[in-house]
């Protein structure tokens, strides 16, 4: 009894899903892709961002994702500071991946609980406009409340895509992860470089918690379900490559969505990562890998 | 030629639609001392994976002593004999310049009973003062020299030299090539892969061209260097 | 026992004072007890996945010990409170209990929050033959029958089905009898045990399940399962979930126009006050469980006092500020124990359990007399309607009206708005 | 410290733990106890894989977790006793192992990571909807009258105990022989490894094997501990952050460091939970994290051999 306008609806609503995806999943594209540091903490920053558009929303009424716009350049800043400690403390001394995992898990462990210290452990919600309404379009429901993010989180994609391509910073930045001695010879300091690149991701992080929490509820511990979304849509979509994140994210929210309608949504998430899976043995540098 | 010590019998090595290596085959005598040039992306290092095991191949067969290595991994070719150092240095960073030496020689070196100990190895090679140091604390050629001497705690039979020279002073190629020879008259077999002319032309008994994945060339160092072909192979029409 | 309050302090002082905390631990047993008090001992989730209730359910427990040292404590001792944080985790629950009972010397225990915690509990309660007190767990005692174990939950002597029997009668009453239903849950303890309740009540009802699936918590968009629900077309859903999900199924069938006659049954979170005021007038219509309503019916002698005191503290305490769900429970389960400390004159574990066993209760959340495996004799659990919700001002929800209680009838405060549609004009 | 006395040690720990389970000390002790214990051997486990061969999995919970679902299935099956379920939570979890070996033909450094804590998500799926081990709604385990000792709590330190002392010992014993050599050199270098000698996907396949034998062992026990066992308990994050913080902080190239590692933080967690008993707890862990890797970042035993050759 599969009829097709719900595998329509399942197909649309996984790719507004997916543009959502893709925007949690940006900066640990760019910063795991192209920086190799493993940002464990991440889904962290992408909470904190979620907390910011909270507090805005529920004391001044802004609307979440005008916050997490707003918040972009304090957030950048934290990243970038965030990445000096870590550039000074094991960068430079050659030694960072498995401690600077360490170190990154520490550091999603202190922010949830500074916020779990700060707001309390209750679930946070935002209200806007468009939550709670939809549209039809030839059969096809697409709530606002999901569409929304999605609409940000491609644009952030194609943002960061004409960034990383068409300026001088952002081809720096695609030259980190290939030859430091010619980015040297381009006259960039590739510390310099990766500082802004990781403030970048740091700031996306952000401005996607604002999304988060337009979407669903959010308690400081949320972070923990998406650890393994995003690194596995960051491989997934070959690391590194912005196109082939947001074509990973996509795939990961229709297979969700087509699992939770047709077959029961008990086993979409083991989906997602039986993807993963199959997806590392057979191809390992994933879709779009270099 | 009897009784070659390595035999590579027109192997062939495809990366997806790129033909690196084209039915190329090789014979190789105990003792002798053969140079692998060409240019860059002719198929050398190819070559050199394909012998040592890090690549399978495609096609054609690989004998070592008469024996079909083609399949074996790696490590078991280094077992019998076939050992190579790395173009980059690729030494064990945790451990010391002794305890490098120490892993091929209990992986592989013991499995023959003769042949040098970790310490004369150092000491013939000129890193006896630095065997309880950490790699991070050499120069340049002393990470040459280690992963020669790492090679060398093998105990190889066939001794595959991935440019070890490159980069190196005038002295310091001198100095390796001292070494190699000396390798080779206690009855080392050695193919050595080196951009550097004049040492290949020294050192080797014969020359061998790769050029875009075929064999264009073999002879003796003076004949290589008259050969049109390569000469064509190098400077382009 | 030393307690650290600022979070100012650098990390290496804090690791220092642990240190010393371990040493101090260790005197203080030692220590001679100044005026000899009664002292019970609990874990509560303070931190991880249902912390937001545990922090209301301790600050509950605090209140009950406050308000008994004015009264001059029990039995003319002074209670004092031992509690640890069990961070959501059922591991740490043998640990923490042991030290309660074997380094603290507590007299008696009383359960964390929720099934899962209680859970691990069970052994040592009944190794040590201890008066157990649950805060809301689900058929807890089913599968040991241990007699002195009490559970303070209304759900009544079958607690799967009793769940959601509210939720069935009422929709079997509607007029023509809806037919259909879709059961919807997720794939963790309590919304298992509570669609398998609903399952036994769809044959007993004689409905006819059209959909019957389970999500991961994880979950982020529910609008595919709410549009896979809508596809069967189903009279009634029912949806046992937990918070975020709540929140998700609620959204996402307002967006996807699920409208089915009855909606509702088992969503937890819907009685917060954060999920209230966020998702507002959403809410109309829907019919779910619930524990208490600022409604007529439910104003037991007591309770307004203990709110008044409760909000009070939740303003600093950054917990839920009405806290109409879990608080006035964790009291009355803590309130028992101290009325059947005085009423049984005795800290005999045995004596205790016995009396309260035997007794009827008058607490703040009502008349409670336990039966069968230590549950409420008789199954209390509301049916509420949110009806008439505008805005998302959360001064509405402290007056009667908004939450309408339907079930059971002795308590019912108004009538049941049908179908589900005509409560969201 | 050769061999024998290492074996000598080894059993007096043992004698020691069993003293201590006689003399009847306060049973609090054998409960925090035995999770410190716990953690010793998950750290060791752990860090034969992760320490010596440098492959850093990030799917201890799924290993763990294998063991003591695999104890649930056994009781409810066959009511088997106790040391075949030790021995078959950890060849279960054993297999698992061997199967993630296999992974690290093509998946090297955080692909291989990435890909065991989606072994993870996978497997407590699958158990999630497996409900003759209790599916989400969990498994409630009712201890028989315990054998031998006073007390299950007694019974079960003693029996940690034991486990640790043997999980230590094979990995100082793995560490100290040629395999351990292997594994060094592996994780210094693969393809150089490879090249001198070293089986390379032999060994590799030995260390996920054994770390998944003995993360699988010390799950096993774990449903006699808590009585109550329930997928997101048992698929906990922290084992997978305990694992890999433990060590990391004690020092991954000898055994002696994670031991050291998770008697110090397990220790510190017991104590906090005890204490502290808020967020301040993670916080705790949190920042102990942060300032050992930035400040240590060769663990305690790194540190010590570095004051030492000063």
């Known amino acids: 009894m599969i009829s097709w306008d719900l595998v329509a609806n399942a197909v649309v609503a996984g790719i507004l899903l997916g543009g959502f995806y893709a925007a949690v999943s940006l900066g640990v594209s760019l910063t795991f892709g192209l920086l190799d540091v493993v940002n464990i903490a991440h889904p962290a920053f992408v909470i904190l961002g979620a907390y910011a558009a909270y507090m805005m929303n529920s004391t001044l009424g802004l609307d979440p994702i005008l916050t997490g716009v707003l918040f972009t350049p304090l957030f950048y800043a934290i990243g970038a500071g965030v990445y000096r400690i870590y550039y000074a403390s094991f960068e430079r001394r050659g030694e960072e991946s498995l401690r600077g995992l360490v170190f990154f898990f520490g550091v999603l462990f202190i922010i949830e609980v500074a916020l779990s210290l700060t707001y309390g452990v209750d679930y946070r919600l935002v209200e806007a406009v468009y939550i709670g309404k939809s549209i039809e379009l030839g059969g096809i429901g697409i709530a606002f409340r999901l569409l929304v993010p999605c609409v940000v989180g491609l644009l952030m994609t194609l943002a960061l895509y004409l960034f990383l391509s068409r300026t001088f910073y952002g081809r720096a930045v695609m030259g980190v992860s290939q030859d430091q001695v010619a980015l040297r010879l381009m006259g960039a300091d590739p510390v310099r470089i990766k500082t802004i690149a990781f403030g970048i991701g740091i700031a996306a992080a952000s401005l996607s918690g604002a999304l988060l929490i337009t979407i669903a509820p959010v308690v400081p511990s949320t972070d923990r379900d998406y650890i393994g979304r995003v690194f596995a849509i960051a491989v997934l979509g070959g690391l590194g490559s912005i196109g082939g994140t947001l074509v990973a994210s996509i795939i990961l929210g229709v297979a969700e969505s087509l699992m939770a309608t047709l077959f029961g949504p008990s086993w979409s998430l083991a989906v997602s990562f039986g993807i993963l899976l199959l997806a590392l043995a057979v191809r390992p540098a994933g879709l779009f890998g270099r | 030629m009897a009784d070659p010590l390595l035999e590579i019998d027109s192997i062939t090595k495809r990366f997806g639609g790129f033909l690196a290596l084209d039915r190329v085959s090789l014979r190789i005598r105990a003792g002798e001392r053969l140079g692998l040039i060409g240019p860059n992306g002719s198929g050398k290092t190819t070559l050199i994976n394909c012998v040592s095991g890090a690549l399978p191949t495609d096609a054609g067969r690989i004998l070592f002593e008469g024996r079909d290595v083609t399949r074996l991994p790696a490590h078991r070719r280094t077992r019998l004999g076939i050992v190579r150092s790395f173009q980059i240095p690729k030494p064990f960073a945790s451990m010391t310049v002794l305890e490098n030496l120490g892993i091929p020689l209990e992986y592989a070196g013991l499995a023959r009973a003769h042949g040098a100990g970790a310490m004369e190895i150092l000491t013939m090679i000129g890193l006896d003062a630095k065997a309880h140091l950490r790699p991070s604390g050499l120069t340049q050629i002393e990470m040459r020299k280690l992963e020669l001497a790492r090679a060398m705690a093998a105990r190889p039979k066939l001794l595959i030299s991935d440019e070890a020279m490159a980069g190196l002073s005038s002295a310091e190629v001198d100095d390796i090539l001292a070494i190699l020879f000396r390798l080779n008259e206690q009855g080392i077999t050695i193919i050595m892969i080196e951009h550097i002319m004049r040492a290949v032309m020294r050192f080797s008994k014969r020359v061998v061209v790769l050029d875009a994945g075929n064999r264009i060339a073999e002879g003796t160092p003076a004949e290589i260097v008259r050969n049109p072909a390569v000469e064509k192979a190098y400077l382009g029409e | ?425 | ?310």
């Open chain 4, 1 to 310: 410290m050769k061999t024998r006395g290492a074996l000598a040690v080894g059993v007096a720990v043992i004698g020691l733990g069993l003293a201590l389970a006689g003399l009847g000390v306060n049973p609090y002790v054998y409960f925090a106890g035995y999770v410190v214990l716990q953690y010793v051997v998950i750290a060791t486990a752990w860090n034969v894989l992760g320490g010596y061969a440098g492959y850093v999995n990030f799917g201890t919970p799924a290993f763990f977790a294998l063991g003591a679902y695999t104890s649930i299935f056994l009781i409810e099956a066959l009511r088997a006793p106790l040391p075949v379920l030790i021995l078959s939570g950890g060849l279960v979890a054993a297999l698992l192992g061997l199967g993630i070996g296999y992974l690290t033909l093509r998946l090297k450094g955080v692909f291989f990571s990435i890909a065991t804590f989606a072994l993870s998500v996978v497997l407590q799926t699958l158990i999630i909807n497996w409900e003759y081990v209790g599916g989400a709604k969990g498994y409630t385990l009712i201890r028989p009258p315990v054998p031998f000792f006073r007390s299950w709590g007694v019974l079960l330190f003693t029996l940690m105990v034991a486990l640790a002392v043997v999980t230590v010992l094979v990995a100082r014993t793995i560490e100290r022989s040629w395999i351990g050599r292997g594994l060094a050199a592996l994780r210094d270098d693969e393809d150089a490894a490879e090249c001198m000698g070293v089986p390379t996907l032999r060994l590799k396949l030995f260390a996920t094997t054994l770390s998944g034998f003995f993360l699988g062992v010390a799950g096993a026990p774990f449903p006699y501990y808590v009585t109550y066992v329930e997928p997101s308990s048992a698929f906990d994050l922290n084992y997978a952050v305990n694992a890999l913080a433990m060590p990391m902080i004690g020092g991954t190239t000898t055994w002696l460091g994670p031991v050291i590692g998770a008697v110090l933080l397990g220790t510190a967690q017991q104590v906090a939970t005890v204490t502290i008993s808020s967020e301040l707890n993670l916080l705790i862990v949190g920042v102990v994290l942060v300032l050992f890797v930035v400040l240590a970042p060769e663990g305690l035993t790194g540190l010590v051999r570095k004051l030492r050759r000063r």
């Open chain 3, 1 to 425: 026992m030393m307690r650290l309050r600022t979070s100012t302090l650098p990390g290496w002082a804090l690791v220092g004072a642990v240190a010393g905390t371990l040493v101090l631990a260790g005197a203080g047993v030692l220590v001679a007890r100044a005026a000899d008090p009664i002292r019970i001992g609990l874990g509560m989730a303070l931190t991880g996945g249902l912390s937001a209730n545990g922090k209301p359910a301790l600050m509950a427990i605090r209140i009950w010990k406050d308000d008994v040292n004015k009264k001059g404590g029990l039995l003319g001792r002074p209670v004092e409170l031992i509690s640890y944080d069990d961070q959501t985790n059922p591991a740490t629950v043998p640990g923490i209990y042991t030290k309660l009972l074997d380094v603290d010397k507590v007299d008696f225990v009383v359960s964390g929050y929720g099934t899962n915690l209680i859970a691990p509990l069970m052994p040592i309660a009944m190794e040590r033959k201890l008066t157990i007190m649950g805060i809301l767990g689900l058929a807890n005692n089913e599968k040991y029958k241990y007699p002195n174990y009490f559970q303070i939950q209304p759900s009544g002597p079958d607690p799967e089905a009793n769940w959601a029997t509210g939720f069935f009668e009422i929709a079997a009453r509607q007029n023509p009898k809806p037919q259909t239903i879709a059961l919807i849950g997720a794939d963790a303890e309590y919304p298992r045990h509570a669609i398998a309740g609903a399952r036994e009540l769809v044959k007993k009802f004689g409905f006819t399940a059209v959909y019957d699936k389970s999500y991961p918590p994880s979950t982020v968009d529910y609008t595919p399962i709410a549009r896979a629900i809508k596809a069967v077309n189903p009279d009634i859903v029912f949806v046992a979930s937990y918070p975020p999900d709540s929140v998700g199924m609620v959204r996402a069938a307002a967006e996807v126009g699920l409208q089915p006659k009855i909606f509702g049954g088992g969503m937890v979170g819907l009685q917060f006050t954060t999920v209230m005021t966020s998702l507002g007038p959403m809410l109309n219509g829907i019919v779910n469980y619930d524990f208490w309503a600022p409604e007529a019916t439910m104003m037991f002698p007591g309770i307004k006092e203990f709110f008044a005191e409760y909000q009070k503290r939740a303003k600093e305490g950054g917990v839920d500020p009405l806290g109409y769900y879990l608080p006035p429970y964790a009291y009355s389960a803590v309130q028992i124990l101290g009325l059947a400390i005085e009423g049984s004159k005795s800290l005999d574990q045995q004596k205790v359990a016995d009396y309260i066993r035997s007794n009827e209760f008058s607490t703040i959340v009502g008349k409670v007399r336990f039966g069968a495996n230590g549950e409420w004799a008789k199954s209390r659990v509301l049916q509420v309607q949110y009806q008439g919700i505008k805005g998302t001002d959360v001064e509405q929800f402290r007056v009667p009206g908004k939450k309408v209680v339907l079930y059971p009838e002795e308590f019912k405060s108004g009538n049941v708005i049908y179908p589900y549609s005509a409560a969201q004009k």
